[in-house]
């Protein structure tokens, strides 16, 4: 059982979707991350197992990989396809209960800023480790996030910019979700977004990349 | 008045503007609110922008058009729009530009090829639309910039490059990685772009955001490494953003810039201008260091 689940793990790692698939080159002409994940089902492996004995783990070697600029974001996105493509057929074990998520995450880019290259990367990581994701899309107002959250009790939020005019927009968000839902667990990210301006507008936690995210995540939960 | 790269190639360093999006701001723009769509509704602001680096000194300014492919328009639901705004933007800036060069600037669509989120031909023909209406405008360039994905650009640049009869330059953005190699957000480093963007077409290739003048002369190092020839070109930030009391604010001075002018210079660079946070008075500084190394 292990070794399908080592071989579905570097399917995550490697980027590699289905036998078909020629990324990654040297995988070529091998099982991916599609038929292995429905043969270990198959073979009676548990779908929590799949989800956090091979999938995460794939996924949590990637992201320290993309810390520490090992790969980039084409490597991150070939390893969330993979992934997406084996949770096809663990989504009927969510739907049952027989698979357990970690907890649910509410994501969304900021009013005023439309970019989601960032915030799809951290959706497809946060997703990838076990956790439950709503992503809000972008240019998304406060009543928006405070609403999800109202709907998600315990959810935890993640704000998303790139612009740096949208700062400003991140902060008024972050006070409005604090006044709404005094204990809501908010997390900022995105490329002119620092540990400082996190922790001058009272946002809860700030990393640089999203493996860093899914820590404090797993952390909060743990 | 001739071509940009003729002058590049007779050893004269040329200046080039500085930041539009944060200009923009200032004169009123709203978070949300679609910059090209200003080149109609808020055409004398737009002209104020341009003008305002004509008078600093530039040779070259740049348009108002960097979101401009249909991509970026449909989100403001203005995806008809492409040609005509595009078009406006090129006015404005030949208008204020008298006898300096304009460049149509053209920056990603924020769509990936390898996700397949489109196809090759949708982001060529996308590029293709967006530089008619620059050309159509008075682009004496199109200038392909912000790129962080080799095939994206290449296809930009085969777009321009087919379809107008400017000149076709391009710069990608890069960000110095834990380890202190330049790379951009899709894994790219200067040197890696070289043979590609100077097969597909670009007269010029550079950097540009993402970084201050400081890293930029790294970048510029690197690429005159592999490749001695090709002009190159800068637009570099005011170094990186902080944020001050409810505002974004680039750190980077005129005095600190135009310091590191010749250094720049010297590693290769022969053109030079700004990106985010940089100002008209950035430019006035830059022109006057250059004016001074041209001189020598």
Known sequence: ?222 | MGKIIDQIKQGKTMVSDGAWGTFLQQKGMQPGECPEEWNSSHADDVFDIAKSYIEAGADMIETNSFGGTRFKLKKYGLADKVFELNKAAAEISRKAAGDKFVLGSVGPTGKILMMGDVTEEELYDAFKEQCLGLEAGGADAIMIETMTDLDEARLAIKAAKENTKCEVFCTMTFEKTVDGEFRSMMGIAPSDMIPTLIDAGAELIGANCGNGIENMIGIVEEIRKVNSDIPVLVHANAGMPVYKDGETVFPETPDEMAGLIPKIIKAGANIVGGCCGTTPDHICRVREEVNRMNYE
């Open chain 1, 1 to 222: 059982m292990s070794e399908i689940l080592k071989q579905i793990s570097d399917c995550i790692e490697f980027g590699k979707i289905n036998k078909a698939a020629p990324f990654p080159p040297q995988m070529k002409g091998q099982d991916g991350a599609d038929e292995l994940t429905r043969q270990a089902l198959d073979e009676g492996v548990p779908a929590q197992d799949i989800l956090s004995k091979a999938l995460m783990i794939g996924m949590e070697k990637v992201g320290i990989k993309f810390r520490e600029n090992k790969v980039f974001v084409p490597q991150v996105l070939m390893s969330a396809k993979a992934m997406s493509t084996a949770m096809v057929h663990l989504k009927p074990f969510f739907l049952s209960g027989a698979v357990k998520q970690k907890g649910t995450f509410i994501i969304g880019t900021v009013e005023g800023d439309l970019h989601d290259i960032g915030k799809n990367l951290v959706t497809m990581m946060v997703e990838g480790n076990g956790w439950e994701v709503i992503d809000l899309g972008t240019d998304v107002k406060a009543e928006t996030f405070v609403a999800a959250m109202r709907e998600h009790e315990n959810a935890f939020v993640g704000l998303s910019a790139l612009l740096t005019t949208t700062m400003a927009s991140m902060e008024k968000i972050t006070k409005v979700i604090r006044a709404e839902i005094p204990n809501a667990k908010i997390a900022v990210g995105g490329a002119p977004v620092t540990q400082e301006f996190c922790d001058k507008i009272g946002a809860d936690a700030y990393s640089p990349d999203p493996q860093g995210l899914v820590e404090y995540l797993n952390s909060q939960v743990a």
